[in-house]
């Protein structure tokens, strides 16, 4: 179901347009979401989740990942040209690339929400817990 859109997508940021591929956005989503996780499969965890938000809200991934609130990494809109740099400096931004251009795997069991174990979140209650990776726990 991945594959590489050829849809450019814009982060605008004081008259500077940053642009970047869908697959780009969705590696440094992964990394600046979960790349300090080593667990195994938590880089394909977060995928999973931005994958099926796309698939049930019928956009394209960087969509997703860009949505206002979807993923703190992002909530910064004036940040966003500096964010994307530092993922792709990030020593597992290639891995994370791969991820995104590769088959979807399912090590959620579906999720489309996660958070920390740190955290505690106000929607958390009201969905089911699939599994933990890592720090962090994932929903649906």
């Not at 979401?33 to 019928?58: C, D, F, T, W």
């Not at 990942?65 to 966003?80: E, G, V």
């Not at 400096?89 to 995104?100: D, M």
Request: proline residues 4%; positive net charge; contains cysteine.
């Amino acid at each position: 179901m991945n594959k590489l859109i050829l849809l450019i997508c814009a982060i605008t940021c004081a008259n500077v347009t940053y642009s970047a591929t869908d697959a780009e956005i969705v590696a440094a989503t992964i990394i600046l979401e979960a790349g300090g996780e080593y667990s195994p499969n938590a880089l394909r965890a977060v995928n999973e989740v931005i994958q099926n938000r796309a698939m049930k809200r019928r956009i394209a991934p960087s969509e997703v990942c860009l949505q206002r609130l979807q993923f703190s990494c992002w909530n910064n809109q004036a940040k966003r040209p500096a964010l994307l740099a530092k993922a792709q400096r990030h020593p597992r931004y290639s891995q994370a690339l791969q991820i995104a251009l590769s088959a979807p795997t399912n090590y959620t069991n579906g999720a489309d929400h996660y958070h920390a174990d740190y955290c505690n979140p106000y929607w958390a209650k009201s969905m089911t817990a699939t599994v933990k990776i890592g720090r962090h726990i994932f929903y649906k």
